[in-house]
C-alpha cells in the first residue's frame, strides 16, 4: 500500500518492466549488435542482412516458411471457426468437453505427440493401412516428411491459439441482435454472413495472427515430421549456430524475422481498429 501511495502505478509495474528489460530488450540489444559483426571481418557492416536477400538460398527458404505459416493458419481457421461455433452454442458440459479436446495438445509433450502423428501418418500408419484395408488405394500415400505432415502437426498444436480468441468475440456478441435479424426474415446462413460472422472478425484477426506469428518460429514439428525435405528459417538458425558456428548471421537471420513479425503485428493491430472503427459508425 505504501508502494501504491510513494510512486503510483509505475511502482507497481517496475519490477516487471525491469524484468522485460533484462531479459528481452537487453539480449535484442546483443543480437543487433551481433548482426552487423560479420565472422569474416572485425568491421561493423550489413554483409549479412545482403547475404539473406542476395545468396539465392535464405530469401527462398524464408517464403516458404511464410507459405507454412500461412498454410497453418488457413487450416487452423477451417478447422477453429466451426468449432468454435459450436462451443458457442453448445451447452455447459459439451462446451466443457470440446474445449478440452481444444487445449489437451498443449498439456502434452511435443515429443510425444509428434510420435503419435509418426504412428499415424507413417506407410504403416493407422491411416494407409485403414486406406488400404478398405481398397482405396494400393500403396500407402506420402503424408510425412513433407509439407502436410508439417501442416497437420503444428495445426493439431496451435489449433487451440486460433479458437479461443473467436470463441471469446463470438460469446460477446448479443444474441439479440442475431435474433432481430432473424425475425426480419433473414435466413441463418444471412444472419451468419451479415451479423455473426462481421462482428466476429476481431477473434479472427487475433487468432490468425497468433497462429501465423507463432507458426514463423516453430522448430521441432518441422524436423520431426518434415525430416530433411522441409526446411524453415528457424531451422537454418539453428544449423547456423550448432554446426558452422557463424552466431552473426545467425543473428541477422533473427532480426529479419522478428523484423517481419513486427510488420504481421502492426497489420494486424490496424486491422482491428478499423473494424473497431467501423462497428463504431455502424452503431
Keep these: 500500500m505504501s508502494v501504491l501511495k510513494r510512486f503510483g502505478w509505475r511502482g507497481l509495474i517496475a519490477p516487471a518492466l525491469l524484468l522485460y528489460a ?3 530488450f537487453l539480449p535484442l540489444g546483443v543480437l543487433i549488435g551481433d548482426s552487423v559483426r560479420p565472422s569474416s571481418s572485425p568491421a561493423l557492416s550489413l554483409q549479412n542482412y545482403d547475404a539473406f536477400f542476395t545468396d539465392g538460398i535464405s530469401l527462398s527458404i524464408f517464403l516458404r516458411t511464410v507459405r507454412l505459416a500461412l498454410f497453418v493458419t488457413l487450416a487452423c481457421l477451417a478447422l477453429g471457426y ?3 461455433l459450436f462451443m458457442r452454442r453448445a451447452g455447459p458440459g459439451m462446451r466443457l468437453v470440446a474445449l478440452t479436446i481444444v487445449v489437451s495438445p498443449l498439456l502434452t509433450s511435443v515429443i510425444v505427440r509428434n510420435v503419435a502423428w509418426l504412428l499415424v501418418l507413417g506407410r504403416e500408419g493407422m491411416v494407409n493401412a485403414l486406406l488400404r484395408e478398405i481398397g482405396l488405394i494400393d500403396a500407402p500415400l506420402p ?3 513433407n509439407t502436410l505432415g ?4 503444428v495445426t493439431h498444436v496451435y489449433l487451440a491459439f486460433l479458437v479461443l480468441p473467436i470463441f471469446s468475440s463470438l460469446l460477446a456478441i448479443d444474441p439479440s441482435v442475431e435474433q432481430a435479424a432473424a425475425s426480419l426474415g433473414a435466413s441463418r446462413f444471412t444472419v451468419f454472413r451479415r ?3 462481421p462482428l466476429s472478425m476481431t477473434g479472427v484477426i487475433a487468432g490468425s ?5 507463432l507458426t514463423m518460429g516453430v ?3 518441422p524436423v520431426i515430421m518434415g525430416g530433411s525435405f522441409v526446411t524453415t528459417l528457424p531451422m537454418v538458425m539453428t544449423d547456423l549456430v550448432r554446426t558452422q558456428f557463424d552466431f552473426s548471421r545467425a543473428a541477422a537471420f533473427a532480426v529479419v524475422l522478428l523484423a517481419f513479425i513486427c510488420a504481421v503485428l502492426v497489420i494486424s493491430g490496424r486491422a482491428e481498429k478499423r473494424i473497431d472503427a467501423m462497428r463504431g459508425e455502424t452503431s
Excluded at 495472427?209 to 506469428?213: A, E, G, N, P, R
Design 22 to 24: 533484462v531479459v528481452f
Design 82 to 84: 466451426p468449432l468454435a
Design 143 to 145: 503424408l510425412l516428411y
Design 150 to 153: 508439417v501442416v497437420v502437426g
Design 195 to 197: 451479423v455473426t460472422l
Design 209 to 213: 495472427t497468433l497462429v501465423f506469428v
Design 219 to 221: 522448430y521441432l514439428t
